[in-house]
Protein backbone atom coordinates (compact mmCIF):
# COMPACT_ATOMS: atom_id res chain seq x y z
CA UNK A 1 0.00 0.00 0.00
CA UNK A 2 0.84 3.42 -0.76
CA UNK A 3 0.58 6.28 2.17
CA UNK A 4 0.58 9.78 1.18
CA UNK A 5 1.06 12.80 3.73
CA UNK A 6 0.94 16.31 2.70
CA UNK A 7 2.44 19.27 4.46
CA UNK A 8 2.37 23.03 3.59
CA UNK A 9 -1.38 24.09 3.82
CA UNK A 10 -1.85 27.60 5.48
CA UNK A 11 -3.59 30.93 5.57
CA UNK A 12 -2.12 33.36 2.75
CA UNK A 13 -3.66 37.02 1.62
CA UNK A 14 -4.90 36.82 -2.01
CA UNK A 15 -2.10 37.34 -4.53
CA UNK A 16 0.35 34.94 -2.33
CA UNK A 17 1.74 31.66 -2.48
CA UNK A 18 2.09 28.39 -0.84
CA UNK A 19 4.31 25.22 -1.82
CA UNK A 20 2.00 21.92 -0.86
CA UNK A 21 4.60 18.96 -0.31
CA UNK A 22 3.24 15.09 -0.41
CA UNK A 23 5.18 12.08 0.49
CA UNK A 24 4.58 8.38 -0.64
CA UNK A 25 5.52 5.37 2.06
CA UNK A 26 5.10 2.19 2.07
CA UNK A 27 5.11 -0.30 -0.30
CA UNK A 28 4.61 -1.06 -3.93
CA UNK A 29 5.81 -1.66 -7.36
CA UNK A 30 4.96 1.74 -9.22
CA UNK A 31 3.04 4.77 -8.84
CA UNK A 32 1.99 5.73 -12.33
CA UNK A 33 0.14 9.18 -11.20
CA UNK A 34 0.35 11.66 -8.69
CA UNK A 35 -1.58 14.86 -8.32
CA UNK A 36 -3.69 17.30 -6.49
CA UNK A 37 -7.48 17.58 -5.79
CA UNK A 38 -9.57 19.83 -3.49
CA UNK A 39 -12.52 20.24 -1.91
CA UNK A 40 -14.23 23.40 -0.83
CA UNK A 41 -17.00 23.15 1.71
CA UNK A 42 -20.45 22.23 0.34
CA UNK A 43 -18.48 21.10 -3.23
CA UNK A 44 -17.21 18.12 -4.70
CA UNK A 45 -13.92 17.24 -4.91
CA UNK A 46 -12.03 18.21 -7.99
CA UNK A 47 -8.66 17.80 -10.01
CA UNK A 48 -6.39 20.51 -9.69
CA UNK A 49 -3.38 18.70 -11.28
CA UNK A 50 -1.98 15.64 -12.08
CA UNK A 51 1.54 13.91 -13.44
CA UNK A 52 2.13 11.14 -14.33
CA UNK A 53 5.87 9.17 -14.20
CA UNK A 54 6.83 10.35 -17.52
CA UNK A 55 5.99 14.08 -16.83
CA UNK A 56 3.33 14.21 -18.43
CA UNK A 57 0.80 16.98 -16.71
CA UNK A 58 -2.91 17.41 -16.61
CA UNK A 59 -4.44 20.90 -14.96
CA UNK A 60 -7.90 22.48 -14.36
CA UNK A 61 -7.99 25.37 -16.76
CA UNK A 62 -9.00 27.80 -13.35
CA UNK A 63 -4.74 27.05 -12.30
CA UNK A 64 -3.10 27.13 -15.37
CA UNK A 65 -0.35 29.51 -15.52
CA UNK A 66 -0.93 30.14 -11.48
CA UNK A 67 0.16 26.44 -9.98
CA UNK A 68 2.78 24.26 -11.04
CA UNK A 69 2.92 20.92 -10.44
CA UNK A 70 6.11 18.97 -10.22
CA UNK A 71 7.33 15.40 -9.25
CA UNK A 72 10.58 13.91 -7.93
CA UNK A 73 10.20 10.45 -8.88
CA UNK A 74 13.56 9.44 -6.75
CA UNK A 75 12.49 10.73 -3.86
CA UNK A 76 8.16 9.61 -4.33
CA UNK A 77 7.60 12.95 -3.46
CA UNK A 78 5.16 15.51 -5.69
CA UNK A 79 4.79 19.20 -5.45
CA UNK A 80 2.15 22.14 -6.30
CA UNK A 81 3.77 25.35 -6.78
CA UNK A 82 0.62 27.96 -5.98
CA UNK A 83 1.13 31.62 -7.25
CA UNK A 84 -1.74 34.77 -7.27
CA UNK A 85 -3.87 32.72 -5.32
CA UNK A 86 -7.24 33.55 -4.87
CA UNK A 87 -9.98 33.23 -2.30
CA UNK A 88 -11.71 30.76 -4.36
CA UNK A 89 -8.67 28.39 -4.36
CA UNK A 90 -9.51 28.22 -0.70
CA UNK A 91 -10.47 24.22 0.00
CA UNK A 92 -9.05 21.35 1.80
CA UNK A 93 -6.35 19.91 -0.76
CA UNK A 94 -5.69 16.11 -0.92
CA UNK A 95 -2.79 14.38 -2.33
CA UNK A 96 -3.46 11.08 -4.76
CA UNK A 97 -1.75 8.31 -6.24
CA UNK A 98 -2.43 5.64 -8.51
CA UNK A 99 -0.16 2.73 -7.84
CA UNK A 100 0.47 -0.99 -8.70
CA UNK A 101 0.99 -2.74 -5.49
CA UNK A 102 3.30 -5.45 -4.94
CA UNK A 103 1.02 -8.20 -5.85
CA UNK A 104 1.05 -6.40 -9.60
CA UNK A 105 -3.03 -4.90 -9.09
CA UNK A 106 -3.43 -1.28 -9.90
CA UNK A 107 -5.01 0.76 -6.68
CA UNK A 108 -5.37 4.53 -5.53
CA UNK A 109 -5.10 6.15 -2.31
CA UNK A 110 -5.44 9.60 -0.88
CA UNK A 111 -3.68 11.57 1.63
CA UNK A 112 -5.68 13.34 4.69
CA UNK A 113 -5.61 16.95 3.20
CA UNK A 114 -4.25 20.19 4.29
CA UNK A 115 -5.97 23.11 4.50
CA UNK A 116 -5.32 26.11 2.37
CA UNK A 117 -7.64 29.35 3.36
CA UNK A 118 -6.73 32.40 1.20
CA UNK A 119 -8.26 35.76 2.47
CA UNK A 120 -9.15 38.68 0.51
Known amino acids: QVQLVESGGDLVQAGGSLRLSCAAS????????MGWYRQAPGKQRDMVATISRDGTIHAADSVKGRFTIARDNAENTVYLQMNDLKPEDTAVYYCYAAFVDIWGRTSENWGQGTQVTVSS
Open 26 to 33: GSWSIIYV
